[in-house]
């Protein structure tokens, strides 16, 4: 590990030149070769040092810091890098001893210092790269959210999405060019943002209104929140299976026989850390898993179209296996040579599977659980219970 960066990641805010610190000024001075957005090169001075745009695609500026290995080099990049900036990318890129970063003020914290809010009790979304379903979660009463957004027009796509999900009430301020001499602040509800112009670079506070559907924090999502077939996991019996399933921070699922994609959906809900990947055989279903999600807000679920096993052989190991369809012998078999420690949650209504899980219980372990279920109906002018067809769960570690 070098003792010496060569390269330097600085957070430039809107007050340029004077919001930089001695050691970032330094590093301009010194830099030979210094990329980064029109928009912040603008902000500062001529230094000396050769100057290039950072380019689109962002791959290609950093394959062109790559070839300057080495050589004192300054990289721009808005605020703190490291909040939904590109200090992330170029940390993976970089060793450790290679780089380091002097962080400016951050969108977000300039934001809550604007709002008066703790920022340790605000949501902080960085949509501007992200499509706004991401704050689908998040839309309950009185929550407070700090969203940065990619330009004015977004602003207007913003109060549609809020009016389309119920909490066109929430009260919004974009805030614009903070902490710079150009900087605005414009308070307006979600139904009358439309009516304002603004540019970029901006975020939105929004504090988020009374009306609207939240969705719950507990599992077991009603039926109706999924566009579906009738090839759904129903609500009680999905409440059960993600209660087997037991998700952690950081794992990652296979849901294999998606359908509508609940349980990947409702995994993915249930920690911003965790990953999963849902497969499913028929396109239409493909088509509506990944509509699902992202009308949830979990647009990372990777939806695989193919059969299992067939489709399993290039993912990721899962730390879970939810099989909601397609149990087969050869499945089985499959699943049994995962990893150690893999938490697998199999859910069975016909005879058939029915007889598979019953051996793979006797000769593995684990637990077998009936469930039935019934709901009301009417019986002519009275009313009765009709029962669902029972489900067969085993839950096994191997």
């Known amino acids: 590990m070098s003792d010496t960066p060569w390269l330097t990641i600085i957070g430039v805010g809107e007050d340029g030149l004077e919001g930089l610190c001695s050691a970032s000024r330094e590093a301009l001075a010194a830099a030979e070769f210094i990329m980064g957005p029109a928009r912040h090169m603008s902000l500062l001075p001529d230094t000396g040092g050769e100057r290039v745009t950072w380019p689109v695609p962002f791959v290609d500026g950093v394959d062109q810091l790559v070839a300057r290995r080495g050589k004192p080099t300054v990289v721009l990049a808005s605020g703190d890098p490291f909040w939904f900036g590109a200090g992330t990318t ?14 400016g003020r951050s969108s977000f914290s300039l934001a809550a210092a604007s709002m008066g809010w703790p920022l340790e009790h605000t949501i902080c979304l960085g949509l501007h790269a992200a499509p706004l ?3 689908r979660p998040h839309l309950a009463s009185k929550q407070r959210i700090i969203a940065t957004l990619r330009d004015g027009e977004a602003v ?8 389309d999900c119920g909490f066109g009430t929430s009260v919004c301020t ?4 903070l902490g710079g001499p150009r900087e605005r602040v414009t308070e307006a509800r979600a139904d009358a943002l439309a009516n304002h112009d603004f540019t970029h670079p901006l975020c939105v506070a929004i504090e988020v209104g009374e009306e609207g559907d939240p969705l719950p924090l507990a599992s077991g999502l009603t039926d109706d929140r999924f566009e579906h077939d009738g090839q759904i996991t129903k609500r009680p019996v999905r409440a059960l299976t993600l209660s087997a399933l037991a998700p952690r921070p950081f794992e990652h699922l296979w849901d294999i026989g998606g359908g509508s994609g609940s349980i ?3 995994w993915l809900l249930s920690d911003p850390s965790v990953q999963a990947t849902t497969i499913e055989p028929r396109a239409d279903r493909v088509a509506r898993i990944r509509s699902n999600a992202m009308n949830l807000g979990v647009d990372r679920l990777r939806v695989v179209e193919g059969k299992a096993p067939d489709a399993l052989s290039d993912l990721p190991a899962p730390d879970a296996v939810f099989v909601g369809g397609g149990l ?3 499945l089985l078999a499959r699943l049994e040579d995962l990893p150690k420690g893999t938490r697998l949650v199999v859910n069975a209504v016909t005879l058939e599977s029915d007889a598979l899980l019953t051996q793979a219980q006797a000769r593995l372990g684990g637990n077998l659980m009936r469930i039935e279920i019934s709901d009301v109906a009417e019986i002519g002018t009275k009313r009765g219970w009709r029962a669902a067809f029972p489900i067969t769960q085993w839950s096994h570690v191997l």
């Open 90 to 103: 170029l940390a993976k890129r970089f060793t450790r001893g290679e780089w380091r970063v002097l962080p």
């Open 133 to 135: 379903s991401r704050l």
């Open 156 to 163: 207007t796509a913003l109060s549609q999405y809020l009016l």
């Open 174 to 177: 974009v805030l614009e060019a």
């Open 264 to 266: 990947a959906i409702e």
């Open 328 to 330: 087969s012998p050869e």
